[in-house]
């Protein structure tokens, strides 16, 4: 078994963020309410830093796309463009940007009154978890997996799955365990700066895009897997 080199430097970069956007949200809720509550709101600089995030993975997948061609797989092509549709959400399709008003049956529908179908009254409650569950598996599940079975990593090549690393697997799961473990514990002793006023959720979107454009860019780099297709 053979690895192909992945980007260490981009790793510990990643690495880096992710602990940093943590350790200053903690901040700014222990010292600084203002900041604080700046930092998760609406349209705030966490928010903002995952739909860059998001943007430019989605360029990255294309350009990998390219890069592989006339061998490029497919599904790096559908990946971006369903991160491109995800910043098209987020960014509501340009509404706040523009100043677009929204129609009467968003109004009615959509969660916060915009433009965009993940806030959809009916299913937006469910719509993160499928969403999270589902990019879990992928990305921390699939590098597991791969060392049970030495065939589905030939099966999964042959499919033109791209195939995530340990590497993005672990900052996959370390942004679950900062979450769970310090936001979510450092926000039930202060319950008063995150109920009913911000989405403390925001920070943990902002780690899995950064884990995302991590993935992406190793795609870039190293292609469909970082095993060797003689595994």
Not at 36 to 57: H, I, M, Q, V
Not at 127 to 143: E, M, Q, S, T
Not at 212 to 220: M, N, T, V
Request: with cysteine; proline share 4%; glycine share 8%.
């Amino acid at each position: 078994m053979r690895f192909n080199s992945i980007p260490i430097n981009a790793f510990w970069v990643s690495v880096c963020l992710l602990v940093g956007c943590y350790a200053f949200t903690i901040y700014a809720g222990l010292y600084n309410g203002e900041l604080y509550r700046l930092l998760l709101k609406e349209d705030g600089p966490l928010e903002n830093a995952a739909t860059l995030f998001t943007l430019a993975a989605a360029i990255l997948f294309a350009v990998t796309y390219f890069k592989y061609k006339p061998n490029s797989s497919y599904f790096f092509i559908l990946l971006a463009l369903l991160l491109l549709f995800v910043f098209f959400e987020e960014i509501s399709w340009g509404q706040r940007l523009f100043g677009i008003e929204t129609p009467e049956t968003f109004k009615r529908l959509n969660a916060q009154g915009e433009i965009n179908l993940h806030n959809y009254e009916p299913i937006y409650k469910y719509v993160n978890g499928v969403v999270y569950v589902g990019l879990d598996l992928f990305l921390i599940g699939l590098p597991l997996l791969i060392f049970i079975s030495k065939d589905l990593h030939g099966f999964l090549l042959k499919l033109g799955i791209p195939i995530p690393s340990p590497a993005t697997a672990f900052l996959t799961f370390l942004n679950y365990l900062l979450f769970t473990y310090f936001i979510e514990g450092f926000l039930r002793h202060h319950g008063s700066l995150g109920a009913g006023e911000i989405n403390y959720g925001e920070i943990f979107e902002t780690g899995l895009e950064l884990t995302l454009l991590f993935f992406a860019y190793e795609c870039l780099y190293r292609g469909l897997s970082w095993i060797e297709s003689d595994f």
